[in-house]
């Protein structure tokens, strides 16, 4: 699946953003060509272009890129973007079953949750000693710090046990614990 997003801050300071996406599903000549734009942080609204051959999505790519342009939007480098990590204490040094359909679970919640309000992609997840670490590239860090508060309560994913750092993208070895507070030391390893 071949997805643009793109963004463009307003008069008041406000981040706003437009995507756009192909899917073509298995066995199947056509594919739907959706468009998608909101408010970072709010949920978006979405048109879509259903029975839609792939030489016509690059078509609609090129026109949506085309449009994006002239009003304003524009891809933000992932360098320019922050690193949120969704990290849980675990019991084990390696991770047990359980673990791991916490992994599953809590990565596919945040995916959802964090792609329909603008608010960046989960990248990675992976077990460090005793820790679950879940990598967020996004955009706007404080507003998908309370986004990834509400998923996870939401989801009903051991709230209690999680906790949530920022850091700059090139500086992810450097994370600063934002909740819970007080602030204690992180480390991803």
């Excluded at 990675?124 to 706007?140: C, E, G, H, M």
């Excluded at 709230?159 to 909740?179: N, Q, R, W």
Aim: one cysteine or more.
């Amino acid at each position: 699946m071949a997805i643009i997003r793109t963004y463009r801050t307003d008069d008041k300071g406000e981040l706003h953003f437009r995507e756009a996406w192909y899917q073509q599903f298995e066995n199947e000549e056509l594919g739907q060509f959706v468009l998608n734009h909101g408010s970072v942080g709010h949920m978006s609204s979405t048109n879509q272009a259903v029975d839609v051959e792939a030489e016509r999505a690059d078509e609609l790519f090129a026109g949506f890129l085309q449009q994006c342009a002239e009003d304003g939007y524009a891809e933000i480098p992932a360098e320019e973007q922050s690193w949120v990590i969704v990290q849980y204490a675990l019991k084990s040094k390696d991770g047990t079953e359980r673990d791991r359909y916490l992994q599953r679970k809590a990565s596919e919640a945040l995916t959802g949750h964090l792609a329909w309000r603008g608010l960046g992609t989960v990248e990675s997840s992976d077990f460090a000693s005793y820790r679950l670490n879940i990598r967020v590239l996004t955009p706007a860090p404080k507003k998908a710090v309370a986004a990834i508060k509400t998923c996870i309560r939401e989801a009903k994913l051991d709230f209690t046990k999680m906790s949530i750092a920022t850091a700059g993208y090139a500086d992810l070895e450097h994370a600063k614990m934002v909740h819970p507070t007080p602030a204690k030391p992180f480390s991803l390893s």
